[in-house]
């Protein structure tokens, strides 16, 4: 039987505890829901106030070099690399997940596909965006070029053969949460021939990543969900160092020209990771996950993995605690260690549930057809978040208080 | 003779005067350079500062809806639509414009190439992006799919033929600031059975677009030049509406799916301008440009255009007072109709000229190898400006300030 004292003494113990600190959260509300969008470090505040009103407001153009706004992707994508065990130089910082998933699939298919070897694999139940660009590619290059196949979660490893050019997985799945390991997939899929190709959306910043030891080819990650860049904020792209200069990747703006600014009538790629690039940065937003990643600095992901683990666990063992687990069917991993950082449950009520919660002032996240999910953001939830947010989600499902009439049907948003 | 007085009596007379009070100008400095990146109107502090403090920081995911940045592309969109002279459903706000161009070129190139048509043509002179992102698809398709030409800007009407697929035109030259007939360059693509598809970079918000009237088929533009997005701010596209659903654009992510909610795993395009959108959208960023376009509500662009070209002759009457016709050498068009918002010249040290008028207040840009633009942006720029900028000019050239040997070279930014 756990007591609320107990989890009081977790948090006054938590080496993490002062992060909290950092955050602008609202009053009275249990944010569980990080895992969809982060809150708001307060330094962003600052950041994005000195770069709307001083550097654009003030400065305006010339803050593309006095401001080095130029390299911001760099600088930004610099920070990003030890968060996903990468080096400085293999991360760049830019446009959207898709955006940036269609980039690297058509240049590993451009790399490594031929009549014998053309199909992109992945789970059915990854991340849908993921699947459609894969989708979409191969509508535009065909399928003898391009054959795009998705296979049950279980089966990935094993269909991992030499027909495979490119293996397409995200490390956490967003419905379960059930976290695959990139080192075997990336083995199998090396001594088959194949690339790997990796979206950190719902681990980075969460748990420790290997992109080099694990000899990942290429990654694309979200840095509004545990990196707490903002709603919508550029995303990442990693390219191994190994196969730099070797990709040629089509949507070949201008940001991605060895010399941007000699104007050129003709594109050559730059050699590095900026030929990831193609339009103009988004400054506004990308100086508000600069700001964000600061957090980051000097932070042991490893104790980040140790609390993110023990919320999970915590609100894993308050639901039997309240006799829940036979009322919301736990579709994450039982093993804490296959998890990321989220429970996900089934509950026929799902959607009313979410609401009802949030009228205690406790935000989890609906998915459809009928799944709930936590999310554990350790650098701003505490231990005694899950004791009350557990109590609530009892308290509305004891009183039967998402059978309420009055929720109107919301959408959803990763 | 043109003197001062007459010119404080034009700023006196302008209906447009009191837009200049919405802006948040540096104290003592001359912004003539609007055409690369907007000044800052004071309404988007605020909302930038509510959409990163309040609508994250406090309401966080709920935001997605109750703050409707769940459609802020289309909102967006619709507000671009009558300054292009498109209608509310035609227009939506995402990406970058190379990415864009992306979208709209191998949509194109899948709706209207056969082995008789497949030139994309465009003119060697065009923004180098969208050059860039032309050379990148054929690289990705091959030549036979999708060949790109490039002539010479005067030849690119006379070129258009049979086997034209797609027209790819900047409406307003980025160096020389001619404008081209769109009208006239889409008659002659339908003549010949090719889809035309135009930048308008340089000339949305300064000039008034008839897309729908001129039938134009796709175009793309940009935010944070004349429309005072912000830095990088996402851009825009267009696609007639008689088109729109008969395209399939490859960069399929989750928010141009019919039902991205519903995370099948299965792409289905919606059918009107939504596809055109990929990957999450850019909240913050996009905000700013929400609150931007608040300015273009109830403002005549007839008016607009109307005042540029007398800011543009100005300038013009007065570098030939000065006798400075001879040293600068003017690329832009003699006639200002032919115009967009903007004169150029070769200057043989444009460079140092343009660090010369820095150190005087009067920003302007320097473009490789050797030459200078002034943008005039009618909604802040008054005529004195215009007077104070020639004189600055011609303070530095006879006294060859410009030759001064302490500048360092520098990047330039469009």
Known sequence: MIK????????KQDPLHSYRDQFSLPKNTIYLDGNSLGALPTRVKQRVKAVTEQQWGEDLISSWNTHDWVSLPQQVGNKIAPVIGANPGDVICCDSISVNLFKLLSAAVQFNTSRQRNKIISSSDNFPTDLYIAQGLQGLLGSEKCHFVDVEEEQLLSQIDDSVAIVLVTEVN????KRLDIAALTRKAHQHGALIIVDLAHSAGVMPIHLNDWQVDMAVGCTYKYLNGGPGAPAFVYVNRALQGRLQQPIAGWFGHRSPFEFSPHYVADTGIKQFLAGTPSVISMAAVDAALELFADLDLQSVRTKSLQLGSLFD????QHGLQDKLQRLSPTEPEQRGSQLSYAFDYAYELCQALIDRGVIADFRAPNYIRFGFAPLYNSFEDIWHAVQAINDVIASEAYKEPRW???????
Not at 408 to 414: D, I
């Open 4 to 11: 609320l004292d107990e989890i009081k003494t977790l948090d």
């Open 174 to 177: 967003f419905r379960s949460g």
């Open 317 to 320: 063992e308050l639901i039997e």
């Open 408 to 414: 109107s049907k919301r959408q959803a948003v990763t």
